[in-house]
């Protein structure tokens, strides 16, 4: 006699399976009840990769990337052109467990990119994840570690008074060249 193996529904679960491996039987549930909405996005072509500037004042434009961290003890001394410095501050904060080892579909987040600022919002629910504005970027680097493709943006903090509203005598301590970098701009 032959036994017909019984091929379970794709929906259900067993109780045991939950038991031993409760992460994957969520992570499967939910990306299948969850449906993705479509980018605003365009084709971007080799080997400049260029964006008409009018798209970016007038509208968006909007790209799949995964979010690694937010680090916020970095130094303003930090040379963002420099690979090695790079490099080696993403491996100090991986061994803080400040950025995560592997990445994964949690991670998944939608860069949103206008002439004014750059929203990172999750993929999932677009819960804001950070919005900053295109005059607080100090800097950015673009990096290729093995299959990983980092951007790393350097930002200033605003935090102080609107420079309209300082009285004149802290208007050179401060510097009108831009926001500091930093945690010293704290």
Known sequence: MEYEVKKGKKGFVSPIRRLVFPKAARRAAFRSSVSRRPLHSMPLYPPDYLIDPQILLCDYLEKEVKFLGHLTWVTSSLNPSSRDELLQLLDTARQLKELPLKT???????????????????????ELILRIPTHEIAAASYLQDDALHLLVLKTGTAGGPCRGTEPRGERGEKGLLGPRVGPEAE
Request: charged share 25%; net charge negative.
């Open 104 to 126: 994964t579909a949690e991670q998944d987040s939608i860069l949103s990119l206008s002439a004014r600022c750059l929203l990172l919002t999750w993929r999932d629910n677009e």
